[in-house]
């Protein structure tokens, strides 16, 4: 794939993004493309990987799961049986609450890339008594939300719920 990019006339001259026949420069799609790879590889495997240990510890979940997964039928019906046999729509698979949950669970106990996650405030801002000046990097602390009782209560949030 990217051989056949390479191949096609790409325009690399500066050009004004606004316009509406603004084309990709081969850098962009370049630099797009790692970060796709990069961002998108290991936050998607270590998520699957979360998800199976839970899995294996909750059979329960993985029975409910199956449910719902059997009950949806693989296609929408714009697409032939040949071609569903494997794998399902995509707007079929995102009819699935409670996989939905099971994922949104997965993700409040082992969130990934963490470090990724961080804000700058418009305005100089309080929040719960802490002054955060206007333009400041903030790293959000990603786990004290994950796991507040407050939040999250009465349930015991160390405890994996789905
Ligand atoms: C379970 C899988 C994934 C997790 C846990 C995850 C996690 C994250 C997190 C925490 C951020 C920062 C969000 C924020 O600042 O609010 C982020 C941003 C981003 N992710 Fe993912 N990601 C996942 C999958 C992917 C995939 C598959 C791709 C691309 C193929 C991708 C591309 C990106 C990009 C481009 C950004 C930057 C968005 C922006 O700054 O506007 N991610 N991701």
């Given amino acids: 794939m990217l051989q056949v990019m390479a191949e096609e006339p790409i325009n690399d001259e500066m050009q004004d993004s606004s316009k509406a026949n603004y084309q990709l420069t081969r850098e962009e799609i370049i630099s797009n493309i790692l970060i796709f790879m990069v961002a998108g590889y290991e936050t998607t495997s270590t998520a699957l990987a979360y998800a ?14 199956q449910t719902e997964i059997d009950q949806l039928p693989l296609s929408n019906g714009d697409r032939s ?5 494997e794998y399902p ?9 409670y996989m939905d949950m099971f994922v949104s669970e997965v993700l409040r106990m082992y969130p990934i890339a ?5 804000r700058s405030a418009f305005e100089d801002t309080i ?9 400041t990097l903030v790293h959000a602390d990603v786990y004290s939300v994950h796991y507040d009782r407050d939040l999250w209560g009465p349930e015991d949030p160390n405890q994996f719920h789905c």
């Fill in 52 to 65: 199976t240990y839970e899995l294996a510890r909750h059979p329960e979940v993985l029975q409910k799961l």
């Fill in 114 to 118: 963490n470090v990724a996650v961080q």
């Fill in 81 to 85: 049986d040949e071609e569903t046999k």
């Fill in 89 to 97: 729509d995509y707007d079929v698979v995102a009819q699935m609450p």
């Fill in 127 to 135: 929040i719960q008594g802490i002054k955060i000046e206007k333009g």
